[in-house]
């Protein structure tokens, strides 16, 4: 079964930067977004990023111009790129793929942002 694979997470200071990836573990077809979420305790989990396969992208509010969504889906992969973090960005980050048929989730990264 094909699993969405996520790194790069850890621990870093208010005002670093992280980034994120997702790869898939084997083929996904007819990929038509890709996007991040994320859930922070006790908060319900948030979309904060998604990209179409056209490459139209989508932010929340709270990361527009800090975070860069970017991905593959000829390699079924795809990027977040964290700058200016912020304590408040603390969550763990989920990674989506949607396709015709289903939903693929990742098992989840979490950051950390010490203030």
């Known amino acids: 079964q094909v699993q969405l694979v996520e790194s790069g997470g850890g621990l870093v200071q208010a005002g670093g930067s992280l980034r994120l990836s997702c790869a898939a573990s084997?083929?996904?077809?007819?990929?038509?977004?890709m996007g991040w979420y994320r859930q922070a305790p006790g908060k319900q989990r948030e979309l904060v990023a998604h990209?179409?396969?056209?490459?139209?992208?989508d932010y929340a509010n709270s990361v527009k111009g800090r975070f860069t969504i970017s991905g593959a889906n000829a390699k079924n992969t795809v990027y977040l790129q964290m700058n200016s973090l912020k304590f408040e960005d603390t969550a763990v980050y989920y990674c989506?793929?949607?396709?015709?048929?289903?939903?693929?989730w990742g098992q989840g990264t979490q950051v950390t942002v010490s203030s």
């Open positions: 990209i179409t396969s056209g490459g139209a992208t």
């Open positions: 989506v793929f949607w396709t015709d048929l289903r939903d693929y």
């Open positions: 084997g083929s996904i077809f007819s990929i038509n977004a």
